[in-house]
C-alpha cells in the first residue's frame, strides 16, 4: 500500500487486479456533463441505482397486477412475509442473530419507535446522551423525545463533545460525561460512524461504558451499515437502526432497519407501539381483540410494509451478500488510502482530511487551507467537473469512494480535476 503511483496508468492497473471491479457494471452512473465522465464519490449520501433494483419493483408491479389481493399469499414472494427477505443480509452485515433484525419504516422514525420502548426515564435517571455534531434529525428525535416525557433538553440533552481545536470524539471523554453525571443518564443515543468527520466511533467501548453504567444505549447506523465491520450482536446495544440509501443503494427514502438486542426478547419491562404487524403471524387474520406478540424484532413492527419501498431493498442486500462485507471492506481501505495518498503527494496540505486514519470507513471529509481558493470555491469548481462529493456546512467536502461501484480509476480523476480547479 505504500507502493502507489501518481499515473493514470497505475490506477488502471489497480483496477485489473481487483476481484470486484466487475460489479461496476451492475450500477447506474449518472450522465456525462460538460464534456466530463461521472466521478460519483456520494454514497455515503445516496447510493447508486443497481440495475437489479428495476427488476425487483417490477415484479412486485406485475404480481400486484396478476395477483390483487392473493399476492399476500400466493405469489412467488409473498407480501405478507415479504420483509423476511431482508432479515439475512441485514444480519449479516450488521453482525446480528436473524432475529434481531427487522425491516420497517425509515431512519427517524425507528429511531423513535426504539426509544418509545428503551428510553424510560425515571425523576431522577432521565437525560440522553447525544455527540455534539450529531446528525440534526437524531438531535430534534432526542430533545423532542425528551420534552414528551416532561424535560427540558436544556439542561437533560448532554453533548459528548470533541476537544478544544480537535473535530475527533473521545471514547475516554465520553467515560468522563458518564461518570460525572452518573446515575442521571437514562439513554446514550450516538452513531457508529460521525457524518461529518467519518470517523468510526469505538462501538463495543461506547456499549460497555453504557452497561456499566445502567444506561440504556442505540446506535444509529446510518454511516456505518455496508461500510464498516459491524457486531451488534457480540457489543450487545439495547437498539439500533439504519437507512438503507445510503451505502445500502436501495433508493431516496428506501425502507430501514432496526435491531433489538436477544436479551430484551423475553423482558416483560418493554412496551412497544403495536400495530397487527407486531402480531404473531400464524393468528394475526384471527383478527382477534387480544394481542400476541411477534418472535424477536418483528414485534416492533406495526403496519404492513410498502412493498414497492422495500423491493430495491431486497434487490440490493443480493448483491451484498454475494460480495461479502469482508471483501469490500478490504477493497476500501486500499481505495481510500489510495485516495490519501494522491492527495497528500499532490497537495501537501492544501486540501487535508479530518477524517481519522486509524478509524475510518471509506468516507474523506477533506478541508482546505490555502489562500486563493476556498473548499466551497473548490467544490463549486468540482461539481462543474462532474465531480459528486457533496458540501457540508461550514467547511467540508466529503468524498466516499465505495468499494462496491467506485474504481482506482475515479480517485485517480478526482486528483485530475482538483488539480484543474485548483488555482
Ligand atoms: C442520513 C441520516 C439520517 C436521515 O434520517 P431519515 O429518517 O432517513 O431521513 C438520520 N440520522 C443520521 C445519523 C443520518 O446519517
Redesign the pocket.
Known amino acids: 500500500m505504500t507502493d502507489f503511483e501518481d499515473s493514470q496508468e497505475f490506477a488502471q492497473t489497480l483496477d485489473r487486479n481487483d476481484s470486484l471491479a466487475s460489479y461496476r457494471e451492475q450500477f447506474i452512473f449518472p450522465k456525462e456533463k460538460n464534456g466530463y465522465s461521472p466521478v460519483y464519490l456520494c454514497g455515503n449520501s445516496l447510493g447508486l441505482q443497481p440495475k437489479l433494483a428495476a427488476e425487483f419493483v417490477q415484479d412486485e408491479l406485475r404480481n400486484w397486477a396478476d395477483y390483487a389481493v392473493d399476492g399476500h399469499f400466493h405469489s412467488e414472494r409473498p407480501w405478507l412475509s415479504y420483509h423476511r427477505r431482508a432479515t439475512a443480509g441485514f444480519a449479516e452485515l450488521t453482525g446480528a442473530r436473524p432475529l434481531e433484525v427487522v425491516a420497517m419504516n425509515?431512519?427517524?422514525?425507528n429511531l423513535h419507535i426504539l426509544m418509545a420502548s428503551f428510553y424510560k426515564p425515571t425523576e431522577t435517571r432521565f437525560k440522553i446522551v447525544i455527540e455534539s455534531q450529531?446528525?440534526p434529525?437524531?438531535r430534534y428525535a432526542a430533545a423532542s423525545q425528551l420534552r414528551m416525557h416532561g424535560f427540558n433538553p436544556e439542561s437533560a440533552l448532554l453533548e459528548w463533545t470533541p476537544r478544544p481545536g480537535e473535530t475527533q470524539l473521545h471514547t475516554e471523554d465520553l467515560a468522563a460525561l458518564i461518570e460525572s453525571e452518573g446515575d442521571n443518564i437514562a439513554l446514550l443515543l450516538l452513531?457508529g460512524v460521525q457524518?461529518y468527520t467519518g470517523q468510526v466511533l469505538d462501538m463495543a467501548a461506547i456499549c460497555e461504558l453504557a452497561g456499566a453504567a445502567g444506561c440504556a444505549v442505540g446506535l444509529?447506523l446510518?454511516?456505518a451499515v455496508g461500510n464498516v465491520d459491524l457486531e451488534l450482536h457480540e457489543w450487545a446495544p439495547d437498539f439500533a437502526a439504519w437507512?438503507t440509501?445510503?451505502y445500502l443503494n436501495s433508493g431516496p427514502?428506501s425502507i430501514?432497519g432496526a435491531f433489538v438486542h436477544e436479551k430484551h426478547f423475553a423482558s416483560d419491562k418493554l412496551n412497544q407501539l403495536h400495530g397487527w404487524w407486531g402480531h404473531d403471524e400464524a393468528t394475526r387474520f384471527k383478527m382477534s381483540t387480544t394481542f400476541t406478540p411477534a418472535e424477536g424484532a418483528e414485534l416492533w413492527q406495526m403496519s404492513n410494509p410498502p412493498i414497492l419501498a422495500l423491493a430495491p431493498v431486497i434487490a440490493s442486500l443480493k448483491i451484498f451478500q454475494e460480495v461479502g462485507l469482508a471483501a469490500l471492506i478490504e477493497k476500501s481501505t486500499s481505495l481510500t488510502a489510495y485516495l490519501e495518498w494522491l492527495l497528500e503527494q499532490r497537495f501537501e496540505g492544501r486540501i487535508g482530511s479530518i477524517t481519522p486514519k486509524d478509524s475510518r470507513g471509506c468516507q474523506l471529509s477533506l478541508v482546505v487551507n490555502d489562500s486563493q481558493i476556498s473548499a466551497r470555491g473548490l467544490f463549486e469548481k468540482l461539481y462543474q467537473r462532474n465531480v459528486t462529493g457533496d458540501w457540508r456546512e461550514p467547511d467540508v467536502i466529503r468524498v466516499a469512494p465505495v468499494p462496491l461501484y467506485n474504481s482506482y480509476s475515479d480517485v485517480f480523476e478526482l486528483a485530475q480535476r482538483l488539480s484543474e480547479a485548483f488555482p
Not at 425509515?106 to 422514525?109: D, K
Open positions: 425509515t431512519l427517524t422514525v450529531a446528525f434529525s437524531d452513531p457524518y444509529d446510518a454511516h437507512c440509501y445510503k427514502g430501514a
